[in-house]
């Protein structure tokens, strides 16, 4: 499917129990206030990619009338209706989302075109659904520092000893399967910022603001292996607006939507 679908399913218990209800210092303290500031003041709102619903079920808080949330996964979709919120849910992938044109007046995906290899066409999509003026918020891990084989580094061979931040082949876009904890793989894509900035331009998604924001202290707290590299991101978040004639979508018709 290209999204890494069946690995979801798998571990979906395993994010779910992680990176929900309170469970992620980077989710309380960053992520989720940095969405509820983008998202608010929106009223149609589709969330991509929204695994059991948490950023949907913040906006539906936040004022929104009509929050949709689409999730590639069954385990993560039902998972999502179990949790209730007033939010409507769909099974479908970010490449070709059942909506009609221009019904959505935001959009958000947090932390998943990572693991979508459709990328051209999951942002088309996007752009397709948005209304014109309407905003994307796109949450990413940052892509110049989570390359294949980067991390911080110890380096005790040099004289004096060094730490500093390995960054790995960041040119090169790759898809990799990765090992994010003892026995839970997930696939991930890696491709530098130009590759994702050039699709929303290519798809009338305008870059209107960017942050890179340190790495919150809960965080730090919890991973000492980090705190020297408080001053590294690892979040980058695009906010894009679209415009009032965008590249052209897919164009699926739609029985789903606000």
């Known amino acids: 499917m290209g999204d890494g679908t069946e690995a979801w399913e798998e571990h979906a218990i395993w ?10 210092a980077e989710y309380e303290e960053q992520i989720l206030p940095l969405a509820a500031e983008l998202l608010a003041g929106y009223d149609r709102i589709l969330d991509v990619g929204a695994g059991e619903g948490q950023i949907s079920r913040l906006a539906v808080r936040g004022g929104a009338s009509a929050v949709v949330g689409v999730d590639s996964s069954r385990a993560q979709t039902d998972e999502a209706r179990r949790r209730g919120g007033g939010v409507s849910y769909a099974r479908s992938e970010a490449a070709r989302l059942p909506f009609r044109d221009c019904c959505f007046d ?10 979508i290899e459709a990328v051209d ?4 999509e996007v752009a397709r659904v948005l209304r014109p003026g309407g905003r994307f918020a796109f949450f990413l891990n940052h892509p110049l520092l989570q390359t294949p084989g980067s991390g911080w580094i110890d380096d005790q061979v040099l004289d004096p000893p060094e730490q500093y ?3 790995g082949p960041y040119l090169v876009e790759s898809i990799e399967s990765e090992e994010v904890e003892k026995g839970v793989f997930l696939p991930f894509v890696h491709r530098p910022l130009s590759r994702y900035v050039n699709a929303l331009a290519q ?12 790495p919150p202290d809960g965080f730090l707290a919890r991973a000492a292996g980090y705190r020297e590299a408080s001053t590294i991101p690892r979040l980058l978040v695009l906010v894009c607006e679209r415009e009032a004639s965008p590249g052209s979508g897919t164009g699926h018709s739609t029985t789903i939507g606000p």
Do not use: K, Y
């Open 203 to 214: 798809n009338g998604l305008v870059l209107r603001r960017m942050h890179e924001p340190r």
């Open 15 to 24: 994010w779910q129990e992680g990176f929900t209800e309170g469970a992620d």
């Open 165 to 167: 931040w390995r960054i």
């Open 121 to 124: 066409e999951a942002i088309a």
């Open 106 to 115: 935001a959009a958000v995906a947090c932390l998943v075109f990572e693991h």
